[in-house]
């Protein structure tokens, strides 16, 4: 009972403009979602929650990659479902399991085992990812409820200032899995005549 949030939550994703305005104005249109081996909540469709801003940086990161052309941020009215929530113990603890299940499985059949990298942020997050999804299969093998999102805070990037218990890029993201979560898109109302989230 405690895994259902009672609310709508407001989340912002970063994308190219084309694929945004199609979600906004196709009701029917289902998003795709993301499938790389080193999501960080394991595949879905990711979400700031409630942070407009940092979808945007976000977006100007992957434009400067070349990873997007023309970018655009779009916000979504999300009910998270049966939430698997990582700020709440027992889920970390849940999580802690289906790791060391699945490195037993690993080292079972002799495989090695996923890890995380890609600087001290760990933007690339295999392992994690592998978890999650380890973890969803086994759900699902069992015949048990899977869940409809997954919910994490991160610290990320450089310190806030000197001696800070904040870093530059910490934020909740949301993880849906479920596109019955998604209630609707919308574009991110302005705080003033240009619409500065609109386009990045």
Not at 31 to 39: G, L
Not at 179 to 200: D, E, M, T
């Given at each position: ?31 795709q ?12 469709m ?6 407009p ?22 916000g ?52 994690d ?19 409809d ?20 890029k ?31």
């Amino acid at each position: 009972m405690y895994k259902h949030y009672p609310s709508l939550i407001l989340g912002f994703h970063a994308c190219e403009c084309a694929i945004g305005l199609e979600l906004i104005n196709k009701p029917r249109k289902v998003f795709q979602p993301s499938e790389n081996h080193y999501d960080w909540l394991g595949h879905g469709m990711y979400f700031w929650e409630n942070s407009p801003d940092r979808a945007a940086a976000f977006g100007k990161e992957l434009k400067k990659k070349e990873v997007l052309k023309d970018p655009i941020v779009i916000g979504a009215a999300i009910h998270l479902g049966c939430c698997f929530d990582l700020s709440d113990f027992q889920a970390l603890q849940c999580l802690k399991k289906h790791y060391e299940a699945l490195r037993k499985t690993c080292e079972k059949a002799k495989i090695e085992m996923p890890k995380n990298h890609g600087g001290p942020d760990n933007l690339l997050r295999t392992l994690d990812c592998a978890v999650f999804e380890y973890m969803h299969g086994q759900m699902e093998e069992k015949g048990d409820r899977q869940f409809d999102s997954v919910r994490g805070v991160f610290w990320e990037g450089h310190t806030l200032y000197p001696n800070a218990g904040f870093k530059e890029k910490n934020h909740i993201q949301i993880c849906i899995r479920n596109p019955n979560c998604i209630k609707g898109y919308f574009l991110p109302k302005p705080l003033n005549s240009s619409n500065k989230w609109a386009r990045v």
